[in-house]
């Protein structure tokens, strides 16, 4: 049964139960702003034009892989109220990464449950290392030094991921990402645009 979310609603995992999203692979990524407020800046002429919150943003999308080494990033772009990026996680083959898989480190002291698939133990230890605390260091590095500057930034308490499953797919997101300023007075997303 899905626990309900916020205690308004059920709501299930959309993450694939069968998969360790700490395991190597391309991701697309897109993190939307709370209530999607245009906090990055503005689409000029099909080019995006930073505020302060979207340098901000953009800043430390870069510096990711810095502080988690195993990640490489592809293409990516900040939005006027998202970022829509490729995150690959390329983890060595060393004993030690071997041994984190089957020993996920766990936030908090939790005791066992019984819970047998990858999804059903990923809703009680979220792990390090994965999608999630990568999306989630990200979010709250920008949302600490945004509000800084405009006490009113917030994301959306959610991401959206994909897990790349092969070149052709990469090829087409990668497309997807460099033309997306391009196309966002038809974005779904720009509040003042055209609706699809």
């Not at 709501?11 to 407020?37: H, M, P, V």
């Not at 990033?73 to 490729?86: A, C, K, R, S, T």
């Not at 990469?170 to 196309?183: A, D, G, R, T, V």
Request: proline residues 3%.
């Amino acid at each position: 049964m899905a626990e309900k979310y916020k205690n308004k609603y059920r709501i299930k995992s959309t993450r694939l139960q069968y998969w360790d999203y700490g395991w190597n692979g391309a991701y697309f990524i897109t993190i939307c702003t709370k209530d999607n407020e245009c906090s990055f800046g503005a689409i000029e002429n099909g080019d995006m034009k930073f505020s302060e919150i979207g340098r901000i943003a953009n800043t430390y999308w870069t510096e990711i892989p810095n502080h988690f080494p195993f990640v490489q990033l592809d293409e990516y772009v900040i939005m006027p109220n998202h970022v829509h990026g490729i995150i690959i996680i390329n983890k060595d083959n060393s004993d030690e990464t071997k041994e984190t898989r089957q020993n996920v480190e766990t936030r908090q002291c939790l005791v066992s449950t019984g819970l047998t698939s990858i999804g059903q133990k990923r809703y009680r230890n979220p792990g390090k290392n994965n999608i999630s605390s990568i999306i989630g260091s990200y979010k709250s590095i920008v949302t600490k030094h945004a509000n800084q500057t405009n006490k009113n930034f917030n994301w959306q308490p959610r991401f959206y991921d994909r897990i790349i499953r092969n070149n052709r797919e990469f090829l087409k997101i990668q497309e997807y990402i460099l033309n997306n300023p391009i196309k966002w007075e038809n974005n779904r997303n720009n509040k003042d645009g055209l609706w699809i």
